[in-house]
């Protein structure tokens, strides 16, 4: 015998798919007309036509959504955000199964490849109220990420869903044990899927997206911090002529002019630095020339500096002049 939802099922998944797409006044207002229409026991005979008129209006809801948002929103949150909206764009098929006399689609109904077919499988009936279910839970899962405390209510969805399809012949605390354990390790996965979504995004900007230093251009990527330090090994060491009122920063380069998306630096041409006398610092200003916080440097430099060391070294660096910034 089919298995029929629970009381309240679609509603609240409805409920829980507005809060996490934050449109919940809607969700609970599709919930509602949901279970009314399941209570009121409404039956109207519906033929074949019907039915297919139902499922071509869900169709072209989706193939509507999916355009729009693949316009506007490009193709990657395009999808993302059509699947996100499936649960309004096909109800006119469960909608047309909730008001039938026959209480059930047919394949045939479903897929328009199978509309003249005459083999058994085209007849064969379906319940769309668990698929629908489903949908519901896998659209608000994609808005989770902002609403992650519904996660446990998802969950207890589930398990109320589960609890309807249960053997009547097993003991009802094995079923609950194994409910449990089953929804303990799908919140812990679903974690962890996400620390593993982040990390590799991370890997993929730093192996694919992350070009060398430019003295002379930068994009800005928000949030991105990188990696600081690969070594621990000294290298360099900055020698001041006056104690540091303030911590030393190390910068890169410059930049002076921003266009919305990169920073940029004025064309400025370099000069060789002669070989250092005692053979281990270069000079790289002149201090009384430069106020505090002034210099810039095609290598890392603190502002305010104006020597470098190195203890090893036979090669003569390349900076660029100081500027006042």
Not at 20 to 35: K, P, R, S, T
Not at 300 to 319: D, E, N, V
Request: charged share 20%.
């Amino acid at each position: 015998m089919p298995v029929k939802p629970p009381p309240l099922l679609l509603g609240l998944a409805l409920a829980l798919w507005g809060a996490c797409a934050g449109v919940l006044a809607l969700g609970i207002v599709l919930g509602i007309a949901i279970e009314v229409l399941r209570a009121a026991n409404l039956r109207r005979a519906f033929d074949t036509a019907d039915f297919n008129r139902a499922c071509d209006l869900a169709a072209m809801l989706s193939l509507g959504a999916i355009a729009y948002f693949v316009a506007t929103r490009g193709v990657a949150q395009g999808l993302l955000r059509a699947v996100e909206w499936l649960p309004v764009t096909v109800l006119p098929a469960l909608l047309a199964q909730l008001v039938s006399a026959a209480g059930r689609l047919r394949m045939r109904n479903l897929f328009y490849s199978l509309r003249r077919s005459a083999l058994p499988e085209a007849d064969r009936p379906v319940d769309l109220a668990f698929p629908f279910f489903a949908l519901a839970l896998l659209s608000a899962s994609i808005a989770t990420s902002a609403h992650i405390e519904l996660l446990p209510a998802g969950a207890a969805l589930l398990v109320y869903a589960l609890y309807a399809a249960r053997p009547r012949a097993r003991p009802l605390w094995a079923w609950a044990t194994l409910a449990g354990v089953a929804v303990a390790l799908g919140i812990g996965l679903s974690f962890g899927l996400v620390r593993l979504q982040l990390a590799l995004e991370d890997l993929a900007v730093e192996w694919f997206f992350a070009p060398e230093p430019d003295v002379f251009r930068a994009a800005t990527r928000i949030g991105d911090v990188g990696r600081i330090k690969l070594s621990d090994a000294i290298v360099w060491r900055v020698a001041g002529e006056r104690p540091a009122a303030r911590p030393l920063l190390l910068f890169e380069a410059a930049y002076s002019i921003f266009d919305g998306a990169t920073w940029r630096a004025r064309s400025e041409g370099f000069r060789a630095l002669a070989a250092p006398v005692d053979g281990q610092t270069w000079r790289l200003g002149d201090p009384p020339a430069c106020s505090r916080g002034c210099g810039s440097a095609a290598t890392p430099t603190p502002a305010g500096r104006f020597s470098r060391c190195r203890r090893a070294s036979t090669r003569s660096p390349t900076s660029r002049p100081p500027r006042s910034r």
